[in-house]
């Protein structure tokens, strides 16, 4: 890639997941040092208000600021090429994120989004491919509670899996333990939104059972079927467990990780995600609660009832909420011919997963695809085929992420 005027633009950094990514950049990295980063938007006095609330007097003036319009081909292809990287927080994606891709796929700027929005990455990506990898780009998906936990984290138990016992697990299962957080305004207009579509067309539908949705075109299915929808004992847990309602975004991201690195873990790798209960009433309560709120959102009319008492993008937490939020996520792999090897690891954040860890992580992404060495060309990937063993070290370093074997 020709030299840049900068490694970093933060895209949509007046949002309120935006303002908490250029807070933790400025604060892990600083401003106008090794690291050269701006921020971009649509408005100047929004993004000069940006710099006020988020930076300390002395580095204001040091973070340069780009006017952008979504709705402006041309200022995106422009800002596009002034850097090496965009880190995007503005969604829904399929209503605002199409064109961004587009122009980093073309002119060989790497990306990375917070998109949990399935349908829109299983149609954009056949749009950007043959371009990204012609011109270099690597566009990463994905880089927020969705679903870089889920990601690295089966990417890591299969790499000490691998080292420990010769081979890989063919049965990964994720599982979410203890954790504390509420869920992005951004993420919840994201839901809706995909709920909207899916309700006016069936291949929208289509793609939201689609266990495979994100693999690559070509390659036939595995084996995993639906998405766990009631309340189900794990023997492996020793646990009763209810759905996961992010499974639907991180069970197709790890699949396609395993498909686009070329099967480590085989062609017949498994995966699934679920809650872990205290009890078999706690777990159907738990199910009951979810296939309710699924339904709501489904129906037109109940959807834009709900709406009213949702989180509106720009909505969040305050500090001191998200400061005490947490999460731990457990992932079981199952030895191929010996259980008794099976392994456990678990993965942990140290904020609330839908706004502090997951700013973090995607601020990480970022700066990991601006600083470290390629580990792939362009193309379109997830966080653990593009970044793998750099991103993590990376989470653990600064993010407030650990990746840990139990047994």
Known sequence: MAKREFDLIIWGATGFTGKLVVEYLANTYGVNGPLKWAIAGRSREKLEKVRVDCLDTSQREQLPLVLADSNDTASLEDMVARTRVVCTTVGPYAKYGTPLVVACAAAGTDYCDLTGEVPWMAQVIPQVQEAAEHSGARIVHTCGFDSIPSDLGTWFLQQQMQARHGVT????????????????????????????????????????????????????????????????????FHQWTSPFIMAVVNTRVVRRSNAIMGFPWGEDFRYDEAMLNRSRFSATRAALATGAGMVTLALGPTRRLAQRFLPAPGEGPSRRQREAGYYEIFFHGAHPTCRDDDMLVKVTGDMDPGYGSTSKMLGEAAVCLAQDKPITGGGCWTPASALGQQLLERLTANAGLTFEVIR
């Open 169 to 236: 697990a063919f049965r990964v299962k994720g599982r979410v333990g203890r954790n504390r957080g509420t869920a992005s305004g951004g993420t919840i207009a994201s839901m809706l939104n995909m709920m909207e579509e899916a309700g006016r067309d069936p291949s929208i539908r289509k793609l939201v059972a689609d266990p495979y949705a994100l693999y690559p075109p070509g390659i036939p299915a595995g084996l995993d079927e639906n998405d766990q929808s009631g309340p189900r004992f794990d023997p492996d």
